[in-house]
């Protein structure tokens, strides 16, 4: 029995010298298990730092890198505030964390010595860090990934359906603001078209009508001239009695008519007698 005891208190002995030979091997395993503790009782900051020392001893440890990057967006996530204002200390801090743990879990999704459902995880965690940012379209080929891998995963059905409605209705808000953007520079051009077409009416109208009154002016000057003419060409009647522009009523101009024509018939009679070869003198007509 004694020999049966020592055996038993050797082989105890022999199994906790290889697990500290193991640990101190590889203390990046005793890092992460630390990590995972203090992730339950929702210590993230404590978490993190395990995780991040973890990292520090084997940069290429999966379940670091994983558990860090989920770590880092339940630290983004448990500060409410940062979301009260997008431009608060709290608010860039959380989003560090966040982009953070995107360049993690990228890191671990590529890791091609790592089972399906475990990079299936590893992708699942990168698309709602993507989702977090509104980086809509890589979140939904992260979450397409995962379910590459996993086609059963509910949960990652469900963010890829969601996620998928939310980028078709972004692109249709920004096909409607490109549509209103065009629409609204259409118009804008319109109405400047319209302006100018309406101002070159209004300048063509302001010719015209400089023109026409012009022309107006014109024809009233002419009208005037062509009154002055005809006034003197066609002397209105001067009524009876009443003496002429000349200062000659119309008995003495009838008067000097019928000298002029008396004076006209002596004339006429004496180149009558020049024809007939005799002289007839009269008297002198002084």
Request: aromatic share 6%; with cysteine; hydrophobic share 25%.
């Amino acid at each position: 029995m004694k020999q049966k005891s020592l055996h038993i208190i050797f082989t105890v002995l022999a199994l906790l010298c290889v697990t500290t030979l193991s640990a101190q091997k590889m203390p990046e395993r005793g890092l992460v298990r630390k990590g995972n503790r203090l992730f339950d009782k929702e210590r993230y900051t404590q978490s993190a730092d395990a995780y991040q020392h973890a990292l520090n001893h084997d940069s290429t440890s999966f379940e670091a890198r994983y558990n860090l990057g989920n770590t880092m967006i339940r630290r983004a996530m448990a500060d409410t505030t940062a979301y009260a204002d997008p431009e608060s200390s709290a608010a860039k801090m959380s989003q560090g964390f966040i982009s953070q743990a995107e360049g993690l879990l990228q890191a671990a999704a590529a890791d091609s010595l790592r089972t399906a459902d475990e990079r299936a995880d590893a992708f699942y965690n990168l698309g709602n860090s993507q989702f977090i940012q509104q980086k809509l379209q890589e979140a939904l080929k992260s979450y397409r990934q995962s379910l590459v891998l996993r086609p059963d995963d509910m949960e990652a059905k469900y963010n890829y359906a969601l996620t998928k409605k939310l980028l078709e209705q972004q692109q249709q808000q920004q096909q409607d603001q490109q549509n209103n953007d065009q629409n609204q520079d259409q118009q804008q051009d319109e109405n400047q078209n319209q302006d100018q077409n309406q101002q070159g009416n209004n300048d063509q109208n302001q010719n015209q009508d400089k023109n026409d009154q012009s022309d107006n002016k014109q024809d009233k000057n002419e009208d005037q001239q062509g009154g002055g003419d005809q006034e003197q060409k066609e002397q209105p009647q001067q009524p009876q009695g009443q003496k002429p522009k000349s200062g000659m009523s119309e008995e003495q101009q009838q008067q000097l008519l019928n000298a002029i024509q008396a004076q006209e018939d002596k004339t006429q009679e004496k180149l009558d007698e020049k024809k007939k070869g005799i002289i007839i003198r009269g008297k002198k007509n002084w």
